[in-house]
């Protein structure tokens, strides 16, 4: 049953088999989740961890597929089945799972408004969203603690209302940003793949202290002892993403529950003292939204600085490398051991008539799908740049010339075999001139010398009619400094000479 106006990009064509098929996840997510709580349960209370419902509602935020009258009339059953099957009465299992049912439609409610971005926790502000929503869903479960308390547990309301509230507003902190902040299923090998291998023997380290500091509160004791792992969870959030940092304060929230509230929560005479477990309760999960909201601000500050530092690499009309990024990068090439190394000047002849004729922002486009052309006559390894105006260079690691001369002739055919068409409709036909050098001893020429031979051949083919390609025959000479130093090249940061 939708039960808002924004049902995401996963609201798209949804097929037959999904439709099937969610539901019937979602049934047994909620059906295993249910058994773990309910084993989790003293006999004569409530469960200690119930995630049924926040489960419920991650996948209904996750999974529009499963957020159809299908999916809620499904959690509704799983919820009924486990509760009858493990002996309650239809009375105290359908007031039960209404109070659930009712919390999790409640949550739903508030998520159905908020854009993709927030329900995948994109933004530090999603956190504030996801506390709401949990307390609103928390409320509306501890209204249903005030009726349902005296008629099953024969407690007061009052008390009912704050133990369900707590209870339900531990449980959705704890559960729910692990489901929010898990990666697609689709993507989950490649996401699996590139976490491992970013990872580092450093990396291990909070998680261990995490541990640590949790025995250490464990072995201390007293009411202070929840907050000593929260420099260790501020850490894992420095240090993890937010799926992996949310995977740990979920742990942290468990051991809190089972552990802390079991061992502080009982009076001298052995009663469960009911106040000191919902403060427990509530410190647990509210300690557990730092570093979330820190591994958010982390993560966002690190994709920041990748479209930062994209920007500073590349040219923004062409998409290739700007002159400074591909002289670092062809350089980089060279001092990681490059055994040979080919590199291609090439300059689109008359340039200057085509946007003295066509217009500056024609040129533009012809620009444009030069670059595009060139890139599809490369090789995976090799690097396309643009050193200004209408100049580019290709860097060729491992190559040998007849390669490099293949590559060369590849980029001259995609350029002048078919006319570009502009915007406007009008077609354009450019040709392109090429030089190309090669050295077998990168690491001893250096990057200066096969470019500034590379540049005498692309101007034999200017001098010869241009349309064509020119090998460097001429001996590359070796550079007089050594192979890693930081002596600017003058050929890199240099205007370039006209053509």
């Known amino acids: 049953m939708p039960l808002g106006p924004n049902r995401g990009a996963g609201a798209r064509a949804i097929g037959p088999a999904a439709l099937l098929s969610a539901p019937a996840f979602l049934a047994i997510a909620v059906a295993l989740a249910c058994v773990f709580g309910i084993l989790s349960r003293p006999v004569g209370y409530l469960a200690t961890v119930w995630p049924a419902n926040a489960i419920m509602l991650g996948i209904l935020i996750r999974m529009p597929a499963a957020a159809r009258a299908s999916g809620w009339l499904a959690g509704a059953a799983a919820y009924m089945a486990v509760d009858l099957a493990t ?65 099953l547990f024969n407690g007061g309301m009052l008390r009912g209302f704050a133990f369900w509230f707590a209870s339900e ?36 380290q909070p998680a261990l202290a995490l541990a640590l500091s949790c025995l250490v509160a464990g072995t201390i004791g007293g009411p202070g002892a929840i907050a000593i792992p929260v420099p260790a969870l501020l850490w894992c959030g420095l240090a993890y993403g937010v799926f992996g940092t ?73 998409g290739s490398e700007n002159r400074r990024s591909y002289y670092a990068k062809t350089t980089q090439i060279v001092e990681t051991g490059a055994a040979r190394l080919a590199l291609l000047m090439i300059d689109l002849d008359h340039f200057k008539a085509i946007n003295d004729t066509y217009g500056h922002a024609s040129g533009d486009e012809v620009l444009a799908t030069f670059a595009d052309r060139a890139r599809s006559c490369l090789r995976r390894s090799d690097l396309l740049g643009r050193l200004g105006g209408e100049e580019f260079a290709v860097s060729a690691p491992d190559c040998s010339i007849e390669e490099a001369s293949a590559i060369a002739e590849r980029i001259r055919e995609a350029c002048g075999a078919t006319p570009i068409r502009l915007g406007d409709g009008r077609l354009v036909t450019v040709t392109a001139s090429i030089g190309v050098a090669i050295t077998t001893a990168p690491r001893a020429t250096g990057v200066d010398a096969v470019l500034a031979a590379a540049d005498a051949a692309l101007y034999r083919a200017k001098a010869k009619g241009r349309d064509r390609i020119e090998i460097s025959t001429e001996a590359i000479p070796h550079r007089t400094t050594s192979p890693g130093s930081t002596v600017p090249s003058k050929l890199a940061f240099t205007p370039l000479r006209g053509r």
């Open 169 to 204: 507003f531990v449980n959705y902190l704890g559960i729910l940003p692990v489901i929010l902040a898990a990666p697609p299923i689709r993507t989950m090998r490649s996401w699996r793949l590139r976490r491992r291998s970013q990872l580092s023997w450093r990396l291990p």
């Open 87 to 151: 002996g309650s009465t239809v009375f105290k299992a359908a007031l039960l799972n209404s109070a659930n049912l009712a919390g999790v439609a409640t949550a739903y409610y508030v998520f159905s408004f908020l854009p993709d971005e927030m329900k995948t926790l994109r933004q530090p502000a999603s956190v504030l969203y996801v506390v709401i929503a949990s307390t609103l869903a928390a409320g509306m479960a501890g209204i249903f603690g005030a009726i349902a308390n005296p008629i």
């Open 246 to 318: 949310a995977m740990l304060t979920l742990a942290f929230t468990i051991w809190s529950l089972v552990v802390i509230s079991a061992q502080f929560a009982v009076d001298p005479a052995g009663k469960v003292d009911q106040n000191a477990l919902i403060s427990g309760r509530l410190g647990a999960s509210l300690i557990a939204l730092a570093p979330i909201m820190v591994a958010i601000v982390m993560r966002n500050q690190a994709d920041l600085l990748r479209r930062l530092r994209l920007l500073a690499s590349r040219d923004q009309l062409t």
